[in-house]
């Protein structure tokens, strides 16, 4: 009887491991991660998304990036009184899935997100199982910038958030073939798709990503970090270099003079 109660006991050591190392890092278990998916992330996980100005001002704007910003020089776009970042993209897409961290990392160097949630990409998609974040009910809050996001469709590509008059028209401007991820920055430049491939995050987790993100030698920082300088410092450029503490940075002035 003590045998049984041993292996028993054994039994669920072994399926607490399988569970913990799914959720922290196991290199493989990119296929069981959509049990994560709409689940709340954690306040302690998102602080984790601020990366050390050291790593940025070492990675710049990386060398698994491209500046695929496209400079408009329009009137700057105001959402509630400030400089607007439009962001339009879908849950199942894995381009999107890898923009959002980077966008995330950005953003939340001039404010704060509320309410984020877990997801990844489609697993029938290209870069199956790409862990990322979901904007769907997420709530921003910040005294520089307004933020605004729209997912079109579902993990499972269904009908999600619907554009509005005045995204529906930026869309035509500017992306008419409707590629996503889009994103907007105050109407001074465009992103259509994604500047950084999925494919860093093949194999990872969410914990296994953000351990990543502070070495500044790794794919994924190389990825990630690059495209949050990139979007930092055109950020930069629409709130005319504030906050200081941000926008004074070596990198950003590097690669604003790169954005023209």
């Not at 992306?175 to 999925?198: D, K, R, T, W, Y």
């Amino acid at each position: 009887m003590k045998k049984t109660y041993l292996y028993l006991a054994v039994v669920l050591v072994i399926v607490g491991v399988v569970l913990v190392l799914v959720e922290f890092g196991a290199p493989n278990a990119n296929a069981q991660l959509v049990q994560y998916n709409n689940r709340p992330v954690p306040q302690s996980v998102v602080s984790q998304l601020t990366v050390p100005v050291s790593v940025s001002n070492a990675i710049g704007i990386g060398s698994d990036t491209v500046s695929g910003l496209q400079k408009k020089n329009n009137s700057v776009m105001y959402v509630n009184g400030k400089p607007a970042v439009i962001y339009i993209g879908a849950e199942y897409c894995p381009f999107c899935a890898t923009t959002r961290w980077g966008l995330i990392i950005a953003l939340m160097r001039f404010g704060t997100f509320g309410n984020l949630h877990y997801m990844t990409s489609n697993a029938s998609d290209v870069y199956p199982n790409t862990p990322t974040f979901t904007f769907v009910n997420s709530t921003y809050s910040s005294s520089y910038i307004s933020f605004v996001s729209v997912e079109t469709e579902s993990y499972s590509k269904q009908p999600l958030q619907t554009l509005n008059a005045s995204e529906q028209n930026l869309v035509a401007k500017y992306n008419p073939v409707g590629s996503i991820p889009f994103i907007v920055f105050a109407n001074e430049s465009v992103q259509v798709g994604s500047i950084a491939s999925p494919g860093v995050l093949q194999g990872r987790n969410w914990n296994g990503t953000i351990a990543n993100l502070t070495n500044s030698s790794s794919g994924v920082a190389q990825a990630i970090v690059g495209n949050a300088d990139i979007y930092t410092a055109q950020i930069c450029k629409m709130t005319n270099f504030t906050p200081a503490d941000v926008c004074n940075q070596s990198y950003v002035k590097q690669i604003a003079s790169q954005l023209g």
